[in-house]
């Protein structure tokens, strides 16, 4: 393999993005990384200028450019600098923080500057990320487990109630409560089946998920009989991935039907609900690195998770509901985990935000 390929793919896979510029500090190369973070491709920006692309943000709504100065004395004066924890807004507005490192580099008579952007809030977020994981698989086994030992014992209540309801045949008073313990034996015995999940063994084949978020919403418009604005946007690039269609539609819907009880219990004026798809690169799920992977995200308008069980809230008999079993949240979250994918929520000003990310390169 030749060193200017190899060198070539190194570079690709690195989830720092790495920006070259010229003295004038316009673009000359980015990596992919980088393209992902401009959420454009080196083609179209090279010769750009950096600040076309980034700025820093102070609280300032309107931003203000990194200091030019700043970077053009390090070209000139071929002395690296490293800022921790730079808040940058890139161009859809959207505002990152980053650690931020620009080394001056001479090619022949060329002056260039080398930029090392690291994002910062991802660091964080995987952290918590694994934490919440950790919790929650211990905290799904010990249900399971609890859920195995309560079933042995509703098969024989249901058994001893038909018994009894046999022997009562003629004291039809009585067997009115035989009745009853045998009708709330299935509904515990129903709910201790849905804490242990499917018993069958996922058949993963190709998927397109633009197709499996047309029929959950086709679902979720009949539920709501037109009540609730429904709006889609699809990328249309995103391939088709390996998966359960089942477990895939079920996760989707369940998370649908969350936003739309908080919008119907909250009694918002003009209900909303919006689904968004996007790739993302170089993203790190359970310490796997993936190349490529992607990202449904569905935002309500309702009041957000409430704060005393958001970083409970995919949790087993976790609900905000009174009559809530707490259940459905965490079914989506097993299923997205046979896709090896991650579910996480985010509640913003007068919006939820749920986000599913499934690996494209499982």
């Known amino acids: 393999m030749e060193t200017d390929q190899l060198q070539s793919i190194v570079l690709d896979n690195l989830s720092v993005s790495v920006i070259l510029l010229d003295e004038e500090?316009?673009?000359?190369?980015?990596?992919?990384?980088?393209?992902?973070?401009?959420?454009?491709?080196?083609?179209?920006?090279?010769?750009?200028?950096?600040?076309?692309?980034?700025?820093?943000?102070?609280?300032?709504?309107?931003?203000?450019?990194?200091?030019?100065?700043?970077?053009?004395?390090?070209?000139?004066?071929?002395?690296?600098?490293?800022?921790?924890?730079?808040?940058?807004?890139?161009?859809?507005?959207?505002?990152?923080?980053v650690d931020l490192t620009a080394s001056p580099m001479i090619c022949g008579s060329r002056k260039m500057l080398l930029?090392?952007?690291?994002?910062?809030?991802?660091?964080?977020?995987?952290?918590?990320?694994?934490?919440?994981?950790?919790?929650?698989?211990?905290?799904?086994?010990?249900?399971?487990?609890?859920?195995?030992?309560?079933?042995?014992?509703?098969?024989?209540?249901?058994?001893?109630?038909?018994?009894?309801?046999?022997?009562?045949?003629?004291?039809?008073?009585?067997?009115?409560?035989?009745?009853?313990?045998?009708?709330?034996?299935?509904?515990?015995s129903n709910l201790v089946n849905q804490l242990l999940g499917s018993n069958t063994l996922p058949k993963f084949t190709s998927i397109n998920i633009h197709e499996i978020i047309e029929h959950v919403t086709s679902l979720i418009a009949k539920e709501t009989m037109g009540k609730v604005n429904i709006n889609k946007s699809y990328d249309p690039s995103i391939p088709e991935i390996k998966g359960d269609k089942d477990q895939l539609i079920q996760a989707l819907l369940n998370v649908m039907l969350n936003s739309v009880q908080a919008l119907s219990d909250s009694r918002i004026k003009d209900p909303w609900i919006r689904i968004k798809t996007r790739i993302e690169r170089n993203f790190t799920i359970r310490d796997i690195n993936h190349?490529?992977?992607?990202?449904?995200?569905?935002?309500?308008?309702?009041?957000?998770?409430?704060?005393?069980?958001?970083?409970?809230?995919?949790?087993?008999?976790?609900?905000?509901?009174?009559?809530?079993?707490?259940?459905?949240?965490?079914?989506?979250?097993?299923?997205?985990?046979?896709?090896?994918?991650?579910?996480?929520?985010?509640?913003?000003?007068?919006?939820t935000i749920f986000y599913i990310y499934l690996p494209l390169d499982q």
């Not at 690291?118 to 929650?136: D, N």
């Open 115 to 188: 930029l090392e952007i690291q994002l910062v809030q991802r660091l964080m977020q995987m952290s918590k990320e694994q934490k919440l994981l950790h919790i929650h698989d211990a905290a799904r086994n010990l249900v399971r487990g609890l859920a195995h030992e309560i079933k042995n014992p509703l098969g024989g209540i249901k058994g001893a109630a038909q018994l009894l309801s046999n022997d009562l045949e003629n004291r039809q008073e009585l067997r009115e409560f035989t009745g009853i313990i045998s009708k709330e034996t299935d509904r515990l």
């Open 25 to 97: 500090l316009k673009i000359i190369y980015a990596s992919s990384a980088a393209e992902s973070l401009f959420d454009t491709s080196l083609a179209r920006i090279a010769g750009e200028s950096i600040f076309n692309f980034l700025e820093s943000y102070d609280d300032n709504p309107m931003g203000s450019p990194v200091s030019l100065s700043a970077l053009k004395k390090t070209v000139d004066s071929h002395r690296p600098f490293t800022q921790r924890e730079v808040n940058l807004l890139l161009p859809d507005k959207a505002i990152i923080t």
């Open 291 to 351: 190349k490529m992977i992607c990202c449904i995200e569905v935002i309500d308008n309702g009041p957000g998770i409430p704060e005393d069980i958001f970083d409970r809230i995919f949790f087993p008999m976790i609900s905000g509901k009174a009559e809530g079993t707490g259940l459905g949240l965490s079914i989506s979250q097993s299923a997205i985990d046979i896709h090896q994918g991650l579910i996480s929520c985010e509640n913003k000003i007068n919006e």
